[in-house]
């Protein structure tokens, strides 16, 4: 017995509980400000590109494509520095960009994000018997409690973008206290 696509359940199953909708909101919101708009659009890549920035422009996140989000969220992530320099040309104010909690939870989703698109490539695909798409979620099952573990323990080598704002987030906290 073969199966094709189980990830439209994994996916549906993923919009049932949504604990980092605040970090989806501002990064939704935020995309969806500068590509609305034409102008802004056209004004956000000449910025990137007289920077010289590694990305040429955000990418575009939509519900249907649930994959897209770990995508989305890397680009932005990697973006965090050149939005904010652009919101702040535009006057529009994103208090969380400067927020390093809020940072640390958006480089959090984007690694677990990133560990659930490695799942869902591998569930997905045209003659995989159940067998095969049983161990990809039994293994991934242990994988999270192997994070879990990991986490608790302080050891964030299978996050390395919370791993590195963390960090980051550690000296904020110190200069807005000094």
């Given amino acids: ?23 989806m909101k501002v990064v939704v919101l935020t995309v969806n400000f500068k590509k609305s708009r034409g102008l802004n659009h056209r004004q956000f890549k000449q910025f990137l590109d007289e920077i010289e920035s590694e990305y040429g422009d955000l ?7 649930w994959l897209s989000r770990g995508l989305t969220l890397e680009r932005f992530l990697n973006l965090i520095e050149e939005i904010g320099t652009f919101l702040a040309e535009k006057q529009r104010d994103v208090p969380e960009l400067k927020n390093p909690d809020w940072l640390c939870d958006l480089a959090f989703l984007v690694d677990i994000t990133n560990h659930l698109n ?13 067998s095969q798409l049983y161990v990809h979620v039994s293994s991934f099952q242990w ?26 987030s550690t000296k904020l906290r110190l200069f807005s206290v000094m």
């Fill in 59 to 65: 990418l575009y996140y939509t519900e249907v494509r």
């Fill in 143 to 168: 994988k999270l409690t192997l994070f879990r573990s990991q986490l608790n323990s302080g050891n964030y080598n299978h996050f390395p973008n919370y791993k590195k704002w963390l960090k980051n």
């Fill in 1 to 23: 017995m073969q199966f094709h696509c189980i990830i439209h359940q994994d996916a549906l199953c993923s919009k049932k509980k949504n604990e980092f909708q605040n970090i």
């Fill in 118 to 130: 490695v799942l869902n490539t591998r569930l997905q695909g045209r003659n995989q018997l159940i």
